[in-house]
């Protein structure tokens, strides 16, 4: 197992250069608490990260996700979407969200590797992911459980939407795994 704790949150530069390996820490770093450190050394800095990727289930469903055993995570145009999902590292947790008349987190996954360039893209600018599931939420946790509990104000599901890749701190990946055991 993992030996995590939360850590404090610090400036969005700080943040930035942490999450793409560009800093050079001390012994004490401190990044945002959607960050957990590890001992095991996974992502930048022992560090791994949470995380939600949008699905619509019609186009790809967790449940045919699990069939597939990984998939590398495609098409995101949106530019703070890609630049979330520019900072996945390997090891990071991500919540699988269906989209559409669903609207609800269903299943866990991982980063199986680093974020890279996106091989199929044309213009060259834009970044995939290889992820793999981990586990079905015993049971769905709906945007409307999400949106009617005060803890989730700050969560960019609630503020933005409309956005396919966004981080999850811990506190709120936790009050989520809390929520689907509920």
Not at 63 to 73: L, N, P
Not at 131 to 146: C, F, G, N, Q, Y
Not at 152 to 164: E, N
Request: charged share 25%; with cysteine; aromatic share 8%.
């Amino acid at each position: 197992g993992l030996v995590r704790r939360d850590v404090r949150a610090v400036e969005g530069a700080r943040l930035e250069s942490v999450c793409r390996g560009n800093s050079t820490v001390g012994s004490n770093p401190t990044l945002s608490a959607n960050h957990i450190t590890t001992l095991n050394g996974s992502g930048p800095l022992g560090v791994i990260m949470y995380w939600l990727f949008k699905e619509e289930p019609s186009s790809y469903s967790f449940e045919e996700f699990v069939k597939d055993g990984q998939t590398s995570w495609t098409g995101v145009k949106n530019p703070l979407a890609q630049k979330h999902l520019r900072s996945v590292k390997k090891g990071d947790r991500v919540f699988y969200y269906h989209t559409g008349n669903e609207k609800a987190v269903v299943g866990i996954a991982r980063a199986i590797g680093n974020a890279y360039l996106d091989p199929s893209d044309a213009s060259g600018k834009r970044h995939t992911v290889d992820i793999a599931p981990s586990r079905k939420l015993r049971r769905p946790v709906t945007l409307a459980e999400i949106k009617a509990d005060r803890k989730f104000a700050a969560f960019p599901l609630v503020r933005i939407s409309r956005l396919s890749v966004m981080p999850v701190s811990a506190k709120e990946w936790a009050a989520i795994e809390f929520l689907s055991k509920t």
